[in-house]
Nanobody
Framework: QVHLVESGGGSVQAGGSLRLACAAS????????MTWFRQAPGKEREEVAR???????TYAEAVKGRFTITKVPAEDTVYLQMNNLQPEDTAMYYC?????????????WGQGTQVTVSS
């Protein structure tokens, strides 16, 4: 059974940084499409960043230039480096993995890690 476990969330002040990690139980998941989502209270879940293959990354407009998604297959881990965090980045962050290498449709989800940014 596939497991994804996020870590690295926490509370920071505006302008601060955090690095989230998503560890997968299977290498075959990490080498596929991995996506970070977030959901703030009262809002719909939104995609933040995704990486296909080794380094084909795309980002939501709201985080471009501030967030970086990195895949480290040797560690079965995907990271989300978040710099210059702002209060609007406050949300529960989830990583998701696809079940095929030709799709980014999430099939597996982690339990989430909370990020709180104060002004």
């Amino acid at each position: 059974q596939v497991h994804l476990v996020e870590s690295g969330g926490g509370s920071v002040q505006a302008g601060g940084s955090l690095r989230l990690a998503c560890a997968a139980s299977e290498y075959s998941i990490i080498i596929g499409c991995m996506t970070w989502f977030r959901q703030a209270p009262g809002k719909e879940r939104e995609e933040v960043a995704r990486v296909r293959g080794v380094d084909m990354a795309t980002y939501a407009e709201a985080v471009k230039g501030r967030f970086t998604i990195t895949k480290v297959p040797a560690e079965d881990t995907v990271y989300l480096q978040m710099n210059n965090l702002q209060p609007e980045d406050t949300a529960m962050y989830y990583c998701a993995g696809s079940s095929t290498h030709t799709s980014c449709t999430p099939a597996y989800w982690g339990q989430g890690t909370q990020v709180t940014v104060s002004s």
